[in-house]
């Protein structure tokens, strides 16, 4: 793809500023600053990988993959506002399934270990487990505020914390694992894959690049289900005190 | 335990909470002693500390001043989930878990790793009027009356020593409803003892030894003459 055709891209933009404009949406400086961030954000990591690809040093993956997993982390803490030390619950949760699931990758000797096939695949790993946190997150606050009920009779009746809080954690979990089950079932029929889809313009024959697909999708089901599970059993203590009371999610105004 | 000593002391007991309102102090600097096999019927409008008193007697929550003594020993050096199993919280709404009768009322054991009887269950079904053929009823096809029932059959499988009821018959029958105060009655000739919140002064007179009145933050008690 030449760089003139890259340009004359910027024309799906412009037919959304005249959608905007004509129908006095208001989103032309949206537009506008979007943009511009897309286009400075992406060409500054295309050079970056250049040089990271052409360097080869396994230093300079471990420093991309430090800096995307405190991205992901800082992005799904806005969900867990409330919960103590919530950053470093979630990075940690992070690093240990990208850490996990890459290693698994290696190890099977699913992937080869180059630069030009961790950084991508690291990226959409921690991205989607990233995902899963903030679902995951976003299912506790709630049910900690539905199911309040349910976990003082459960308190009432001498369960432990993690006794009482068990079927909140588990419909948390649940929840962090549901949207990558169906997309399991659809894919292929109702989308085709961005990464796919990518390899496919690229040049890739379609079924190298399925290959490609489905080990993602795959590990995406082992780390999104990972991802759920460290998720809860990392945040569910922080909803009660050392007395086995039931605090809620802290930062609300409690009754 | 003899008689003559408080089993439960509260000593100027005050509790608060915040809310986008403002401030509220359900119990101020309240002072009683709970004594062994008893009933105490708890009297008083809505939201004037009733349910917050039996929460601080649970330890689902802490006073802000003051203290309870639970046999002498103040609750906070209890291990709280052995105090909710001998001081326990009967809670007002019928709230029972997934998903049959039996497994409601196998919970509280179940959580100490233990099972019961099916033949328990249906004693603790009968002690409030119930038929052993609930037991494998799900609890989606409970009526109001027999989800009460149920939750009060599945904390009577803890055998407490104290009892705290939040307006246990709210919901039943009269004929149920007497049943449960002769249930209780016989509960305490055993030597347990009962809290009872009612919003009825006649079922007061007839189950308690001692009515407590709680307004506006303080605690008035009358002795029933039998």
């Known amino acids: 793809m030449t760089w003139t055709a890259t340009v004359?891209?910027?024309g799906f933009i412009l037919i959304s500023m005249f959608v905007s404009l004509w129908l006095r949406l208001k989103l032309e400086r949206d537009l506008i600053i979007g943009t511009i961030r897309a286009t400075i954000?992406?060409?500054?990591?295309?050079?970056?990988?250049?040089?990271?690809?052409?360097?080869?040093?396994?230093?300079?993956?471990?420093?991309?993959?430090?800096v995307m997993i405190t991205?992901?982390?800082?992005?799904?803490?806005?969900?867990?506002?409330g919960i103590p030390w919530i950053f470093c619950r979630i990075f940690l949760t992070i690093f240990i399934v990208a850490g996990f699931t890459l290693l698994m990758m290696l190890f099977l000797h699913l992937i080869q270990a180059k630069?030009?096939?961790?950084?991508?695949?690291?990226?959409?790993?921690?991205?989607?487990?990233?995902?899963?946190?903030?679902?995951?997150?976003?299912?506790?606050?709630?049910?900690?505020?539905?199911?309040?009920?349910?976990?003082?009779?459960?308190?009432?009746?001498?369960?432990?914390?993690?006794?009482?809080?068990?079927?909140?954690?588990?419909?948390?979990?649940?929840s962090g694992t549901i949207p990558i089950v169906d997309s399991l079932k659809t894919v292929g029929l109702v989308q085709l894959p961005g990464m796919m889809t990518g390899l496919i313009i690229a040049g890739t024959n379609p079924i190298e690049a399925v290959r490609y697909q489905l080990l993602i999708m795959f590990s995406f089901t082992a780390s999104a289900t990972l991802t759920s599970i460290l998720m809860g059993l990392f945040v569910y203590p922080t909803l009660f005190n050392r007395a086995h009371q039931f605090i809620g999610w802290r930062g609300k105004t409690d009754k | 335990m003899p008689k003559s000593q408080p089993l439960i002391e509260l000593r100027e007991v005050t509790k608060s909470y915040d809310s986008p309102e403002g401030r509220t102090t359900p119990l101020k600097e309240v002072s009683a002693v709970i004594p062994p096999e008893s009933v105490i019927a708890l009297m008083g409008p809505s939201?004037?500390?009733?349910?917050?008193?039996?929460?601080?007697?649970?330890?689902?929550?802490?006073?802000?001043?003051?203290?309870i003594t639970y046999k002498g020993k103040p609750l906070?050096?209890?291990?709280?989930?052995?105090?909710?199993?001998?001081?326990?919280?009967?809670?007002?709404s019928a709230v029972l878990f997934p998903k049959t009768v039996a497994d409601n009322l196998n919970y509280p054991l179940k959580l100490q790793g233990k099972?019961?009887?099916?033949?328990?269950?249906?004693?603790?079904?009968?002690?409030?009027?119930?038929?052993?053929?609930?037991?494998?009823?799900?609890?989606?096809?409970?009526?109001?009356?027999?989800?009460?029932?149920?939750?009060?059959?599945r904390s009577l499988s803890l055998n407490p020593h104290v009892l705290l009821l939040d307006e246990p018959t709210a919901s039943l029958d009269p004929e149920s409803t007497e049943r449960i105060e002769q249930e209780m009655r016989c509960y305490r000739e055993k030597g347990h003892t009962v809290l009872w919140i009612t919003h009825q002064p006649e079922q007061a007179?007839?189950?308690?030894?001692?009515?407590?009145h709680l307004e506006s933050g303080h605690l008035r008690q009358e002795e029933m003459k039998r």
């Not at chain 1, 990591?45 to 991309?64: A, R």
């Not at chain 1, 995902?131 to 606050?141: E, F, G, P, T």
């Open chain 1, 115 to 174: 630069p030009q096939v961790l950084i991508p695949i690291s990226g959409m790993i921690v991205g989607n487990s990233m995902v899963v946190s903030s679902l995951v997150l976003n299912q506790m606050r709630q049910q900690a505020e539905q199911m309040r009920e349910d976990i003082l009779v459960a308190l009432s009746l001498g369960a432990t914390s993690r006794q009482a809080s068990m079927r909140l954690t588990r419909e948390a979990i649940r």
């Open chain 2, 205 to 212: 007179r007839r189950i308690a030894d001692q009515v407590w």
């Open chain 2, 115 to 153: 099972s019961m009887s099916e033949e328990e269950m249906a004693r603790l079904l009968e002690r409030v009027g119930l038929s052993k053929s609930y037991l494998t009823r799900s609890i989606e096809k409970l009526s109001g009356g027999e989800k009460q029932r149920v939750h009060l059959a």
């Open chain 1, 71 to 81: 991205v992901a982390s800082q992005n799904a803490a806005a969900r867990g506002k």
């Open chain 2, 47 to 67: 939201g004037t500390g009733k349910s917050t008193l039996f929460r601080l007697l649970n330890r689902l929550e802490d006073p802000d001043h003051g203290s």
């Open chain 1, 8 to 10: 004359t891209t910027l």
């Open chain 2, 76 to 92: 906070s050096e209890w291990d709280p989930i052995l105090l909710r199993r001998e001081v326990h919280y009967v809670f007002q």
């Open chain 1, 41 to 66: 954000q992406l060409i500054s990591i295309g050079y970056v990988l250049h040089f990271i690809f052409t360097s080869n040093h396994w230093y300079w993956i471990g420093l991309v993959l430090l």
